[in-house]
């Protein structure tokens, strides 16, 4: 990544829908932002898809460059392109955007109409619209920073499956002196994406009695990728053996995955 990039990964902006409204990049006093976050939806006859909606909150005058882009999702459900030449290209064969650069003065908005060129009738499409920004500059001056922001593009074909996925495990790690981190581990086994639903953790002590519950929020989980589901505990637990696990719906199908663990003391793991 280059040096004085600010990249702003959309499915990092997680709400209880696990589908974010809009994704930003701060800058100027303010925010850049695009709008929608994520097009998860069919595209019409032509390949039309909603538009995109690019805001300077900002009191930068920003040149903006606009291209799609292949994308793979890490663990923590967040973006990043595939940035080789040949990816790039692929991209371009499968979504058009434009404009393709504009000029966006502070408070100003401006539209970028989507399409899909290449349909995957019974899978699916997925990519990102890159929104790329630095500040408009006299020529010879270098830009101080560059703002990247991307707009997930989840386009189902009209044949697609059904989303398919699982819960594959539930682990608990020691986040501070007197916390708890549990992440539970979610893979999207089918071919097109999918959001779990219905997430549970319970936390029982020996004698089966829930002594923590808790419903993490979720997000998108793209096909063939994994990302973990956080949740953390800050009330005191005693010293001894505990099982938590982990309930949730992908798809149709519900599944679950349990840990067990121990404390040594108040919050406080016991090596395994």
Do not use: W
């Amino acid at each position: 990544m280059a040096a004085g990039l600010v990249s702003v990964s959309l499915v990092c902006l997680l709400l209880v829908s696990g589908r974010p409204a809009m994704a930003a990049g701060r800058a100027g006093g303010g925010t850049l932002t695009i709008s929608p976050a994520i097009i998860d939806t069919v595209a019409g006859p032509e390949g039309e898809l909603p538009s995109i909606t690019v805001a300077n909150g900002t009191n930068v005058r920003f040149r903006i460059r606009i291209y799609p882009a292949l994308v793979r999702q890490t663990l923590d459900g967040g973006l990043t392109i595939r940035e080789r030449r040949a990816e790039l290209q692929a991209a371009a064969r499968r979504f058009a955007l434009a404009p393709r650069t504009l000029l966006l003065r502070p408070g100003g908005t401006a539209t970028v109409r989507a399409r899909l060129l290449r349909p995957v009738p019974a899978g699916e499409a997925v990519g990102a619209a890159v929104v790329e920004a630095v500040p408009n500059l006299p020529a010879g001056r270098a830009p101080p920073y560059r703002l990247r922001l991307l707009g997930a593009l989840l386009i189902p074909g009209v044949r697609a499956p059904a989303p398919r996925g699982r819960i594959e495990a539930v682990r608990v790690f020691q986040a501070g002196p007197s916390r708890l981190r549990f992440l539970t581990l979610v893979r999207n086994t089918g071919r097109v994406h999918g959001y779990l639903s219905a997430l549970r953790l319970n936390v029982r002590d020996r004698g089966g009695r829930i002594v923590f519950s808790t419903a993490p929020r979720t997000g998108v989980v793209l096909p063939g990728y994994s990302r973990d589901v956080m949740a953390e505990l800050f009330k005191q637990l005693p010293a001894g053996r505990y099982i938590a696990e982990a309930t949730g719906v992908f798809g149709s199908a519900r599944s679950r995955a349990i840990v067990r663990f121990t404390l040594a003391g108040p919050n406080r793991l016991r090596p395994s």
